[in-house]
């Protein structure tokens, strides 16, 4: 596979491992995911049309892609459109997209998108907390270089300090400005928690967890109060814990949904 393949290589994986989790998902519908016109996107998964910049940057928003993916997606698109002769691509446009100076954007998104990094910041609130790599290690069920780097990285970011021998939690907050990182990260981080529910489903008594779930026919109008209430209700509760005895790291998911399937016509 050659470097102007690469971007088509993404697209077409991504949609086979949608397949994959779900036999009926179709075409139309990772259309409808990316927000682009179906048969568009057959032409463009083929090679029989073009990708412009502008449906690439709506695109790879809505893709698991990493930092580094990103990159190697606008840098194989641009050489497709070099080697067609076509200028919808521009290099400056793909320097732009390689996130320049992204060092700490690219650590950030490590961070945010995988939970041990969470989970090892809340662990320094507990009287048993260790900065040490193979204690990390056996208590979040990760590997030791896992646990290593990731100490390491939440030093860097200043996420984590020293102070009088001990590694605290700082008050900074996660965030990044670029939006290409944050919301595949975020996405990839959901993931991860929810299979994380249903390692707890299977593995944990229900003395130590608490798994429910609601179905209900509800006014769709009211989804952005409904959001809004869930908020509160997890920052109450939040405090509401937080506020005793703090020796053990919980996970709060509130998932609400449709499950009937979204009719909603892509955007052009």
């Known amino acids: 596979m050659t470097n102007k393949e690469l971007y088509r290589h993404y697209l077409n994986s991504e949609f086979a491992r949608r397949c994959e989790a779900n036999p009926a998902y179709s075409l139309r519908s990772f259309a409808l995911?990316?927000?682009?016109?179906?048969?568009?996107?057959?032409?463009?998964?083929?090679?029989?049309?073009?990708?412009?910049?502008?449906?690439a940057q709506k695109i790879v928003d809505k893709l698991d892609l990493s930092p580094d993916q990103q990159k190697e997606f606008f840098s194989s698109l641009f050489?497709?459109?070099?080697?067609?002769?076509?200028?919808?691509?521009?290099?400056?446009?793909?320097?732009?997209?390689?996130?320049?100076g992204a060092d700490l954007s690219v650590e950030y998104y490590r961070v945010i998108a995988d939970w041990y990094h969470i989970a090892l910041m809340e662990m320094t609130y507990l009287k048993s907390f260790k900065p040490d790599s193979r204690y990390l290690a056996q208590q979040l069920g990760i590997t030791q270089a896992e646990a290593k780097l990731a100490l390491e990285r939440l030093l860097k970011l200043g996420l984590l300090t020293k102070k009088n021998g001990k590694v605290i939690k700082t008050n900074e907050k996660l965030s990044t400005t670029d939006r290409h990182l944050t919301t595949p990260a975020?996405?990839?981080?959901?993931?991860?928690?929810?299979?994380?529910?249903?390692?707890?489903?299977?593995?944990?008594?229900?003395?130590?967890?608490?798994?429910?779930?609601?179905t209900m026919a509800i006014d769709s109008s009211k989804i952005e109060i409904a959001k809004k209430m869930?908020?509160?209700?997890?920052?109450?509760?939040?405090?509401?814990?937080?506020?005793?005895?703090?020796?053990?790291?919980?996970?709060?998911?509130?998932?609400?949904?449709?499950?009937?399937?979204?009719?909603?016509?892509?955007?052009?």
């Open 33 to 55: 995911a990316l927000c682009v016109d179906a048969g568009t996107l057959s032409r463009i998964l083929n090679g029989k049309q073009a990708l412009s910049y502008k449906m």
């Open 79 to 100: 050489h497709y459109q070099q080697s067609r002769k076509l200028e919808k691509v521009h290099e400056k446009n793909v320097n732009e997209a390689e996130y320049k």
């Open 186 to 214: 975020l996405r990839k981080n959901q993931k991860q928690f929810l299979e994380k529910a249903i390692y707890s489903l299977e593995n944990d008594s229900l003395e130590v967890r608490s798994n429910t779930n609601m």
């Open 230 to 268: 869930i908020r509160e209700f997890q920052m109450t509760l939040c405090n509401f814990l937080e506020s005793g005895k703090q020796d053990q790291v919980y996970n709060l998911s509130v998932a609400l949904y449709p499950l009937q399937n979204n009719k909603q016509k892509p955007k052009e």
